[in-house]
């Protein structure tokens, strides 16, 4: 495919990060280019690389204002109208793609054996197909943007013609033939056509990957040029999303396409892969992944792990995005530390957005306050946007994480638990400012519960037919993984100390918990009867309309006590 516009333990604590839409330190060096290994498999097919709101926030970031009017002067006596209209091209009002707006067509199953999800009809913006395409084909949606760039420079034109719509990514538009628009099939024009046929074609090359040219772990044969008196050469292909793009555009750059790689080189040069794996490490990091582990943790579910590194300068940042981890540790020098807490890919019910900002100093701060989210981005902060979904604070759904502040370096660090948040006060220096948060239990996830309630688990013992009932989310998920039988949240019980508390005992003669509001119960048993104090498990409302929650006895089960709603 060919544009038709040329466009020349581990760490206690946890310090902000830089911009998922991550700058390489030094600039390219046509010699880092590996005509056998343009990008990674691990990163090609990375379909969770952003979420819309992500795609849409990076469209806005790469075009701040869009030439609509035509106002802008094309040379130095017309402006682009006048120019326009001088010269039979498009007129205005133009529309950029970050504002581009398409009805959409349904379609079931992705239409073929290869896009397996759906996706839904409507009017949707450029941002949502890209992502409806990514999700459905199982590509990364950073790979569609970049070829969009690649082939018709959308992603930072600031009056494209619709033309360049209709042929958005070069799909169906061979080599051969003339260099213009008629050369490609109209079957396929319209951006979504282009942008889903695109997608479905990479998931096609993998699919059959004996059907094609070009062919991963072995050598092929690449044209450096579509006149094939510019020669050849011989590439060993490492894998098969390099295989892929070399279906997409059949050629390989010349040695003076690298040696001039942000401008042209010689009549025998191509620049469709070199594009292609140049503006893709420009925009998000490198291309090559790294030996890091993966998130066992998220498999087969929203969760996400939030990634822990450290710079050469002894400042952590983390992220959700693998992507950005890895290309933090290729290319940046970070040292890869652990996963320290977890979040949600994409939000499920009770979950709240946690919004990134890089802060002017270059450190960055993130915060589930939109509010502060909007202020600080008004301010001299930079705003990334959601960069994954968590649980809120003080829920019993998930493991709190601190947000806390040393003044003397400016510094915000966040950890889990109360172990982390004294070392960081008391080693480190800094204060508390509360908990930010709730991390995502990775052993088992519950909705979160609406503020001033506990969600109240239960499980079965068959072995003693007794039920037992917790709202400790460590004990839940250390006796979910000890094999107990967990049945789910029995009910919502209250977090409001000024309610009536529901103390817990254990008496190990008989292995039975009991749970009760009674101070004369709880009392007499512990000194009379050899039951032990366990503390209180939760509150409940006093109010008599509230749902009651019944406690009946089996003596002939050895004293067996079941509570239910």
Request: hydrophobic share 35%; proline share 5%; with cysteine.
């Amino acid at each position: 495919m060919r544009k038709f516009i040329s466009f020349v333990l581990i760490f206690s604590f946890i310090f902000s990060s830089i911009s998922l839409y991550q700058q390489p330190v030094s600039a390219l060096s046509g010699s880092q280019f590996n005509p056998g290994r343009i990008i990674d498999d691990t990163i090609f097919y990375n379909s969770q690389s952003m979420s819309a709101e992500q795609i849409q926030q990076f469209l806005n970031s790469k075009l701040p204002v869009c030439d609509t009017n035509g106002t802008q002067m094309h040379n130095s006596t017309q402006t682009r109208a006048q120019w326009a209209a001088a010269n039979s091209k498009p007129l205005p009002p133009y529309t950029c793609l970050k504002d581009y707006i398409q009805s959409v067509p349904t379609v079931t199953n992705g239409g073929s054996d290869l896009c397996k999800n759906s996706i839904s009809g409507g009017t949707k913006s450029a941002a949502q197909i890209i992502w409806d395409a990514a999700q459905a084909c199982g590509i990364n949606p950073q790979v569609l943007i970049v070829m969009l760039q690649k082939e018709q420079s959308l992603i930072t034109d600031t009056w494209p013609w619709p033309i360049q719509y209709s042929t958005a990514m070069g799909y169906a538009c061979p080599d051969s033939g003339p260099n213009n628009s008629a050369n490609c099939d109209s079957e396929y024009f319209g951006f979504f056509n282009q942008v889903y046929n695109a997608a479905k074609a990479y998931r096609r090359y993998a699919a059959n990957p004996n059907t094609y040219n070009y062919k991963a772990n072995r050598n092929n044969t690449i044209l450096y040029h579509p006149n094939s008196a510019c020669g050849t050469s011989n590439i060993f292909i490492a894998n098969q999303a390099t295989a892929s793009l070399y279906i997409y555009t059949p050629y390989r750059p010349n040695q003076a396409a690298l040696d001039n790689l942000y401008g042209t080189g010689d009549g025998c040069s191509a620049y469709g892969n070199r594009n292609f794996w140049r503006m893709f490490n420009d925009w998000f990091g490198t291309t090559v992944a790294v030996d890091l582990p993966g998130c066992s943790e998220a498999t087969n579910t929203t969760r996400a792990c939030i990634w822990m590194l450290r710079n050469p300068n002894g400042q952590s940042h983390f992220t959700s995005q693998v992507n950005v981890r890895d290309s933090l540790v290729a290319g940046s020098g970070y040292d890869y530390i652990w996963s320290p807490f977890f979040g949600n890919a994409t939000a499920l019910a009770g979950n709240l957005p946690v919004y990134r900002l890089t802060k002017p100093n270059g450190g960055s701060l993130i915060t589930t306050s939109k509010l502060e989210y909007d202020y600080l981005s008004a301010n001299g902060f930079g705003g990334q946007g959601i960069d994954f979904y968590a649980d809120p604070a003080s829920s019993n759904s998930g493991f709190p994480v601190y947000r806390l502040y040393k003044s003397a370096s400016n510094e915000h660090i966040w950890v889990k638990g109360a172990t982390d948040r004294a070392a960081a006060i008391n080693n480190w220096g800094f204060a508390d400012e509360g908990v930010a948060f709730n991390s995502i239990s990775h052993i088992r996830q519950e909705t979160a519960p609406p503020a001033g309630r506990q969600l109240v688990y239960r499980f079965y013992i068959p072995q003693t037919y007794a039920h037992f009932w917790t709202t400790d989310l460590q004990e839940r998920d250390n006796l979910i993984t000890a094999g107990y039988n967990y049945e789910g949240v029995s009910w919502q019980g209250s977090s409001i100390t000024s309610d009536l508390p529901v103390y817990r005992l254990y008496a190990p003669a008989i292995n039975q918990h009991l749970y009760t509001t009674s101070i004369g119960e709880r009392d007499n048993l512990a000194a009379n009867h050899g039951w032990q104090y366990e503390g209180i498990s939760y509150y409940v409302s006093k109010t008599a309309t509230s749902k009651p929650t019944y406690r009946l006895y089996a003596p002939s089960l050895g004293g067996v006590h079941l509570l239910t709603g």
